[in-house]
């Protein structure tokens, strides 16, 4: 199905009127997928590069994330137009070689004053006696991320890597390189990886570079000396001897954020390592594939095993799609309408893999009267009726939008406006054995560094 307005439920007179919905892409005024949503569901639901299977593949977001985390993803949708738009999407993304410059000069970044004064205390001395070199362990693994000729050394001495990061030691859980005291053996050595060094800053979503949030956590936060002192070696080594002489003058003198000057190779290397953290490895996307066909024979068109079933169905005719006969959202009556959507579901479950999950994102609909079809909880009986467990249900709230002014007549009748969907999760298997194909669920602790940079 295209990109839909996911402020469902209430479309249009929010009685059943049927609207017909034409228009693609960035101008036709429907919003995308979450992304966001996506991102979890891949992460919790999906081992590492399994493959994703998408039997209402109308917009391009799921495919684009999924390909962009490495998951091969297979999308079917009837509208040809609605396929090359996915397409072309796709290719301005995939395609695009990577921008990690301005297009002119040297790249800038914003120091941000406000986090360049955080104070820390870091001494050798604190280190041996308290800290004991928490900064670079996470609360469930090592967070040294390597670039890739470092991630060589790392090899060539006896250490182990993987996806770019570097194992801890099988006896004690943390870094190899940690001696008992904390400090680091590697320290005033070429051998130490640009990430540790330059590990106290990450730059976010507005090329301002910030402190780690890990770092803010820290018990050396909160005293000491501000963090352009503190870590004044990481800041040479980023930015350069001179241009953080620069920088640090500025902060000392009580100036405010300041645009730096700084070296393509450290901006690249910051920004490809702090990938590596988020599980983001570039040279392992995979360009998603969408095919052009009626899921109703989704096993002969996508035929395969696959490790997770992930989708947006349409909402059968609050909107209408297209005239094509397959379509589900031009269907006559609405038991017409589940009954397809049922045999899809069942196709998809069968092709599911084994202890694998499957996830739909659903509304409720009213009916011409105003009286709610119960679609999540057809949904849940037809994912249940095709051997799949009702596992997980998350609330996506939908930005409110026109909401106000949409729901102000049907408010006469007493129906209240809809801004969410329901997240249906199942799963197909032992519950048991979750953990052992999926292991531990790893949040990084970056993951709020740039929400809480961007405050």
Same mark, same amino acid.
């Given at each position: ?11 249009? !007179? ?28 891949? =992460? ?59 297009? !002119? ?98 730059? +976010? ?10 770092? +803010? ?31 640090? !003058? ?43 066909? +009626? ?46 959507? =049922? ?62 002014? =949409? ?6 009748? =007493? ?41």
């Amino acid at each position: 199905m295209p990109a839909m307005d996911y402020r469902n439920g209430e479309r249009g !007179t929010g009685n059943g009127e049927r609207i017909m919905t034409e228009d693609i892409g960035e101008d036709s005024g429907a919003s995308i997928f979450d992304p966001v949503l996506c991102e979890i569901a891949y =992460r919790w639901f999906c081992p590492d590069g399994g493959s994703i299977i998408d039997p209402f593949a109308g917009g391009s977001v799921r495919g684009i994330v999924a390909g962009y985390l490495g998951h091969p993803y297979t999308g079917i949708d009837l509208r040809a137009d609605q396929i090359e738009a996915n397409e072309k999407q796709a290719d301005d993304i995939f395609n695009k070689p990577e921008e990690t410059k301005q297009e !002119t000069g040297t790249p800038q970044v914003t120091i941000s004053s406000k986090w360049a004064n955080h104070l820390f205390q870091c001494s050798e001395e604190y280190i041996t006696k308290i800290c004991h070199g928490s900064c670079c362990q996470g609360s469930d693994r090592v967070l040294i991320s390597l670039l890739t000729e470092e991630a060589t050394r790392q090899e060539e001495m006896g250490f182990q890597t993987e996806n770019g990061l570097l194992l801890p030691s099988p006896e004690t859980g943390k870094c190899p390189h940690k001696k008992t005291s904390g400090l680091c053996s590697l320290h005033f050595t070429d051998d130490k990886p640009f990430g540790c060094i330059a590990s106290p800053f990450t730059l +976010n979503s507005a090329n301002t570079l910030i402190i780690r949030n890990r770092y +803010n956590m820290m018990k050396c936060h909160g005293k000491g000396e501000p963090a352009y002192v503190c870590f004044r070696a990481s800041l040479d080594k980023i930015f350069g001897e001179d241009e953080a002489e620069r920088i640090c !003058t500025h902060l000392s003198n009580g100036g405010g954020d300041i645009q730096a000057n700084i070296p393509e190779e450290s901006y690249n290397a910051i920004k490809y390592l702090d990938g590596l953290k988020h599980g983001i490895q570039p040279h392992n996307q995979i360009k998603p594939r969408w095919i052009c066909g +009626n899921s109703e024979k989704i096993t002969e068109i996508a035929p395969g095993q696959y490790d997770l079933v992930f989708s947006c169905p349409p909402y059968y005719d609050l909107e209408v799609y297209s005239d094509n006969a397959g379509d589900l959202s031009a269907l006559g009556t609405y038991d017409e309408f589940i009954q397809t959507y =049922r045999g899809i579901i069942k196709q998809c479950c069968d092709m599911l893999k084994d202890n694998r999950f499957a996830c739909f994102v659903v509304g409720d609909i009213r009916d011409k009267k105003g009286i709610y079809r119960g679609f999540v909880k057809d949904t849940i009986i037809a994912f249940e009726d095709a051997g799949c467990k009702f596992y997980n249900e998350g609330i996506l709230v939908n930005v409110i939008g026109s909401l106000p002014i =949409r729901i102000t007549k049907q408010f006469e009748y =007493r129906k209240l406006g809809k801004c969410h969907q329901n997240v249906l999760v199942f799963f197909k298997g032992d519950p048991k054995k979750i953990k052992e194909e999926f292991g531990v669920v790893s949040i990084p602790t970056e993951a709020l560094e740039q929400k809480k940079g961007d405050d």
